[in-house]
């Protein structure tokens, strides 16, 4: 079946650092690639959706500036939390667009700013 | 907007008992309705879909049936096990392959 890794699994950083999310699709090209987060015991809210080639799409009140999304491959999509503070601790998850049009997810990863 | 409302948890459970999750939407068009689940650590998990009206998704027990007339796609299982626990969510989609809009998950714990 179609795989979607993520790495890390989970980093901490320092206040003021910059933290960079990859998503992969292991085994199909995925042109569209989706970014939530996740906070404890809450649903999971779309960030920005990643197409390949293009610039992402970001959903109201995400600062793109803040979380920039960078699609360079049909495998690979980066999210990188920029200058990140402890509002930014959660859990990030993607997911990736199959030729189906079903998504597949990753396993998420955990971000804690200390 | 589209919206999925859930049942708010946590739902205890025995081992055996009758499992039902309640989630109702709110959708233009046609859209596609999911149940995903997430066990302890690990990533979101399709459990099982319908994409029309009286489909019925099932797997590993569980089913869930698309209905347009009440706009819901209750989870229901017939006899949990301890392994069932986590935390379900109930998703809508569309054809065109969009972000998903999730419920606001519902954890299950079931004992032995």
């Known amino acids: 079946g179609a795989v979607v890794s993520q790495h890390p699994s989970w980093v901490i950083c320092k206040s003021g650092t910059s933290v960079k999310i990859e998503c992969r699709s292991l085994d199909f090209q995925a042109t569209t690639m989706f970014w939530y987060r996740q906070f404890p015991k809450q649903s999971l809210m779309l960030m920005a959706t990643?197409?390949?080639?293009?610039?992402?799409?970001?959903e109201q009140g995400v600062e793109k500036d803040k979380f920039l999304i960078n699609h360079a491959s049909l495998t690979l999509s980066t999210l990188t939390v920029t200058s990140a503070h402890p509002e930014d601790s959660s859990f990030y998850i993607c997911s990736a667009r199959g030729q189906r049009n079903e998504q597949f997810f990753g396993p998420g990863t955990r971000l804690t700013v200390l | 907007g589209n919206s999925v409302t859930q049942m708010e948890g946590p739902v205890t459970l025995s081992e055996e008992a009758f499992l039902t999750i309640n989630c109702t939407y709110t959708a233009t068009g046609y859209p596609s309705l999911f149940w995903y689940v997430q066990y302890p650590g690990e990533g979101l998990q399709l459990l099982l879909k319908a994409t029309k009206a009286d489909d019925k998704g099932s797997n590993k027990g569980f089913e869930a049936t698309y209905r347009k007339e009440t706009t819901s796609f209750h989870l229901e299982k017939g006899s949990v096990q301890v392994s069932d626990s986590a935390v379900y969510f109930c998703?809508?989609?569309?054809?065109?392959?969009?972000?998903?809009?999730f419920g606001k998950g519902t954890t299950l714990s079931v004992s032995s």
């Open positions: 990643s197409n390949e080639g293009s610039k992402a799409t970001y």
């Open positions: 998703a809508l989609g569309n054809q065109a392959g969009t972000a998903l809009i």
